[in-house]
Nanobody, 120 residues
Framework: VHVTESGGDSVQAGGSLRLSCVAS????????LGWFRQVPGKERERVAD????????VYADSGKGRFTISQGDAENTVTLQMNSLKPDDTALYYC??????????????WGQGTQVTVSS
């Protein structure tokens, strides 16, 4: 399973971005897509997950309120709409394909990441 992200960019604080993720295929062990982010020197943190079989969305604290995860036109695609961006949202955003377990997407396959930079 190959995962590809796109949509990262540099924006001003208060702006919006829409990230997209495509998984090359789904297998019996893949039924969700999730967004994570990481800044240098810190652990990767979960942002939001989507169970692709029924569209169930789950948000971590980092993604609640300003971010929306949704399924694309195909089951193996997902978008992350990010509004009212803050400088603290600056990070490398990763998409992962995995298996939904205990209320979250457990990653099995990672993309290369797409950079989001928010300036004040």
């Amino acid at each position: 399973v190959h995962v590809t992200e796109s949509g990262g960019d540099s924006v001003q604080a208060g702006g919006s971005l829409r990230l997209s993720c495509v998984a090359s295929t789904f297998t019996y062990s893949v039924n969700c897509l999730g967004w994570f982010r990481q800044v240098p020197g810190k652990e990767r943190e979960r942002v939001a997950d989507l169970l692709t079989t029924d569209g169930t969305a789950v948000y971590a604290d980092s993604g609640k309120g300003r971010f929306t995860i949704s399924q694309g036109d195909a089951e193996n695609t997902v978008t992350l709409q990010m509004n009212s961006l803050k400088p603290d949202d600056t990070a490398l955003y990763y998409c992962a394909a995995g298996f939904f377990l205990d209320g979250k997407c457990v990653p099995g396959y990672w993309g290369q990441g797409t950079q989001v930079t928010v300036s004040s």
